[in-house]
């Protein structure tokens, strides 16, 4: 975990981004990373549950829950993805579909931005079950606002790639949109 946050840089678009994800026996962590300088972090507890998993859910858990805290970065803009794709287990399934449907953005949003990054079988349904479920994201696709809501946003083009590297996970992402971070402190 990051306790002591050295100064955040700030964001170029021109420059590409790695996802590093940190976990411990009671929590995890990401942060974003540009020439090797952090530019945001995000951190959260494990619940007891979370806590026994293994290594590799935990490290799975702290990758979703990075592109959630940083889909800033990524989200509304055309996304090419090729590469590995993160793979779920069984067992993070359900609270990956939480994750990645937080901000209630209706089915097309949600199952845009879990295609970027990962996969398993069944997941479009499993997606549309429980976005038409919620009654939060029935609210929000009524509101027209909601589905134009980044019209400030240029259609920039967006190249991403989740890879492992000696048994770390990282998300690579370039992009040419012009944005200062937000910072995610959890
Ligand atoms: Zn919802």
């Not at 027209?144 to 946003?153: E, F, G, Y």
Request: glycine share 4%; with cysteine; aromatic share 10%.
């Amino acid at each position: 975990m990051a306790t002591n946050a050295p100064i955040l840089s700030y964001y170029d678009p021109k420059q590409p981004l790695t996802l590093n994800v940190d976990t411990s026996s009671k929590g995890l962590g990401a942060v974003l990373l540009q020439n090797d300088k952090p530019i945001a972090y995000a951190s959260r507890a494990l619940t007891p549950t979370q806590q026994r998993y293994a290594q590799i859910e935990k490290e799975t858990l702290a990758i979703v829950f990075g592109c959630q805290k940083f889909h800033h970065y990524v989200y509304g803009r055309q996304v090419e993805y090729k590469g590995l794709k993160l793979i779920i287990p069984t067992s993070l399934r359900k609270e990956i579909l939480q994750l990645i449907h937080e901000p209630h953005m209706g089915i097309v949003k949600c199952e845009t931005r879990a295609r970027e990054f990962m996969y398993w079988p069944g997941m479009m349904p499993d997606i549309k079950d429980i976005v038409e479920k919620c009654e939060t994201c029935a609210v929000n696709n009524k509101e027209p606002m909601i589905t134009s809501k980044l019209p400030d946003r240029p259609s920039s083009k967006l190249a991403a790639d989740l890879f492992q590297f000696k048994g770390e996970h990282y998300l690579l992402t370039v992009d040419y949109y012009s944005k200062l971070p937000e910072i995610e402190t959890g």
